[in-house]
């Protein structure tokens, strides 16, 4: 089964895609998916309610995937945890968890437009595997308990302006990460147990139909449960918080491609966990709304 939240900004409703591909009210269940949600058993109760034909078909035709998650308290990120993208961005492989921010303001649905801020000349693309928290994680004692507090996983895009991170920050990355409609996020929140093995997932990306990043999460540096082992020993993780977890290599800093410009569209995707698409526009004539 696939979580999701269909509708206009800030009025989306729970709903779940069934095995046959059905989708299916959750609103009897939940007014929401979120951090309260995941952490009263949410899927469980979902699957239970599937299982006795509970929930009503939902006539989804029409309808915008919103973000899986609605509100997340904190969207942590992960830098240089390919292999590969940490070669081509010029650096040693991280011996420890390269770690910033982006505030939930940025987490927008799967298609919505993004925004090139004013000023940018190297907006980016960035295919991520994005982990969901289901169980609140402080202070763990090994990576071998923290996938038991992970709800589930999505795709993730995690734009980047490269003059602001770089040129800009101080040291800061979070200044290039944190434009508005810069964290597309699913479509779907699919169930951790149902991700046969979140470290061998084929992730990839597309600039106007060209391929750009094609790699697996076998190449990251450190292991989901690693992430989240390592995070609970400097900060508490809530249900419902998003941890992007590094992109592979084949983004614009490479020098290899152009950066993004109004009217090119990005298309990212990841085995199992479904295809996003963005059109680019530039922020000032933007009308997208970045509620969640």
Known sequence: MKLARLGDPGRERPAVIDDRGVTRDLSSLTTDIDGTFLAADG??????????????????????????????GAVVCVGQNYAAHAAESGGEPPSRPVIFFKPPNTVVGPHDDVEIPRGSA???????????????????????????????????????????????????????????????????????????????????????????QDSRTTDMIFSVAQIVYDLSQYLVLDPGDVINTGTPEGVALSGRFPYLKPGDA?????????????????????????LV
Request: charged share 25%.
């Open 122 to 212: 190297r907006t980016d693309w960035e295919v991520e595997l994005a982990v969901v928290i289901g169980r609140t994680a402080r202070y763990l004692d090994s990576p071998e308990q923290a996938l038991d507090h992970v709800a589930g996983y999505a795709v993730s895009n995690d734009v980047s302006e490269r003059d602001f991170q770089l040129e800009h920050s101080g040291g800061q990355w979070s200044k290039g990460k944190s434009c508005a409609t810069f964290n597309p996020l699913g479509p779907f929140l699919v169930p951790a147990d149902e991700v046969p093995d979140v470290q061998d997932l084929r992730l990839r990306s597309f600039v106007n139909g060209e391929p750009r």
């Open 266 to 290: 990005m298309e990212i995707e990841i085995e199992g966990l479904g295809r996003q698409r963005q059109a680019l526009v530039a922020a000032e004539t933007s009308s997208q709304s970045s």
């Open 43 to 72: 899927i469980a109760r979902t699957r239970r309610a599937l299982a006795e034909d509970a929930l009503p078909a939902l006539a989804a035709g029409g309808l915008r995937f919103g973000p899986p998650v609605a509100r997340p």
